[in-house]
């Protein structure tokens, strides 16, 4: 491949990378360590020079991918073999009953979260609903209700930005009592729900809530935080993910529920109510 040629393809893959990354060319800059007017020309088109070595390799470690295939000299982009060293497990809980989850939420303050809970979300929980949950376990009950509070404090936290997006079926199999539920009183159940419902009035649009039809859809549970790291949750342990391409993936099935939500977020606290009134 001829140098023109080469320096074309280069600019085309960088830019389908700014762009699903969802990148400002400053902000792409910065990410790659260039002063916007280097990045500038780099992508000019009247440029057919091809960038410094450690240009590239800065570009191939922020966007995970390989050097060759940004100079053309594969159509391999080489994200597998770092996408599979990049998924690992950790368990949910360590040695002193805290969450994995509480520490990436920590870590990622300011950042887009995307949540899709495995039952309920976990920071609209009432004391009834937790005792339920911990089967008699005091132990148990303490750290739900310390994973209940820490949640809905990253929640209020003024530059929260969180999407939550769950099946519909979720909530009204809870307001009748079945699966898992069985057992919970009517009133217990009645509360929790305007409970949610007024969680959501205060949060709301910080913290916003969709329901999908989960007969035609489906989203594991997982929490999405920003495009740095994903988290699907598989009970004693989470597939933790940092390969950003698996995590785009994620982001964009995520997005589709949304757009195919029944209930959307300014509607979700009156649906919830609702549900409770036929209770």
């Known amino acids: 491949m001829d140098k023109r040629r080469a320096a074309a393809v280069f600019r085309d893959r960088l830019a389908a990378l700014q762009a699903g990354a969802g990148l400002t060319q400053t902000a792409l800059a910065q990410a790659i360590g260039l002063d916007r007017s280097a990045l500038s020309q780099l992508m000019s088109g009247a440029n057919t020079r091809l960038p410094r070595a450690e240009t590239v390799l800065g570009i191939a470690r922020r966007f995970q991918v390989s050097s060759d295939w940004l100079l053309g000299l594969s159509d391999d982009r080489g994200t597998l073999t770092q996408a599979l060293n990049a998924v690992e497990t950790e368990a949910a809980l360590d040695d002193q009953g805290r969450t994995a989850m509480e520490r990436w939420h920590a870590e990622v303050a300011g950042q887009k979260v995307r949540y899709v809970p495995a039952q309920l979300p976990d920071l609209m929980r009432t004391e009834a609903v937790i005792t ?128 195919h939500a029944e209930v959307h977020a300014h509607q979700a606290a009156d649906w919830v109510r609702a549900l409770c009134d036929r209770l």
């Open 132 to 259: 339920f949950q911990a089967r008699a376990s005091d132990q148990e009950r303490q750290r739900l209700q310390s994973q209940t509070r820490t949640r809905l404090h990253f929640s209020r936290m003024p530059e929260s930005d969180i999407e939550t997006c769950m099946p519909l079926q979720t909530l009204e199999l809870f307001a009748a009592g079945q699966g898992v539920w069985q057992g919970l009183p009517a009133q217990a159940r009645a509360e929790q729900l305007d409970h949610i419902a007024t969680t959501l009035d205060e949060l709301y649009p910080a913290f916003r809530l969709y329901l999908f039809d989960g007969r035609s859809r489906f989203a594991p549970p997982m929490t999405l935080f920003g495009y740095t790291r994903a988290a699907i949750y598989a009970g004693d342990f989470y597939l933790h993910i940092r390969a950003r391409a698996l995590i785009h993936d994620l982001a964009r099935g995520f997005d589709s529920q949304i757009r």
